[in-house]
């Protein structure tokens, strides 16, 4: 037909048009890989914290005395073990919270501010929240940078694969810092019986190895 090309042309154009508005009411920055969490983004991040608040100390699992032994949350945080005071504490130290690349990291803090990369809303809510917790402690300051992983670092990372810790700065040399806590909060689940105990020392231990001593 005589009149289907510029019929077709007016459609084409109409729909790129439509494309162009839908990509931008997505909330999806063009010219910056950077946005404000998605709605479902923040309901993940959300889930994420109300599982935390439900973590509460009950009766002890384990022996009392390699509970005391080992037990390093109080002196840490000055605060015994609580989900909802934890749930605080990230939150009075993390401020906002972005989505976007985060190249070989699963989440990166910065001023206050938190990017989270795709990988992260794969996770379980356990692993957010211990991606969660690591961050926060990086608003405590320079203390709590990282040091480089030594080159014969051998661990996985549990929660990315594709991510080689040996020779990036992805350790610590403090006891107390976001590898630490992130133990020392496992520990407290594999205690408290949140998670059993076989779980809980893999992943305490997991953690655990990035610390690194001299
Ligand atoms: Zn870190």
Redesign the pocket.
Known sequence: MVDSKPLFELYSQKTFFIVIVLYWLSGVALYSDESKLNAKQSKVLKESFSYLETLEPKRIRIDKSTYNRLTQFESIFKFGFSGKKLSRWIQSRIKKYSFGSTGEYIAMYHDGDVLLGRAFFSLNRLDRILVLL??AR?ADGKNYG?VVCPENFQFLNPRDWKIHPAGKKGCDDVPDG?YGITAAFLFELGAFGYLNQTEAAHRYNSEISRVIRD
């Open positions: 690591h961050e990086h990282h976001g």
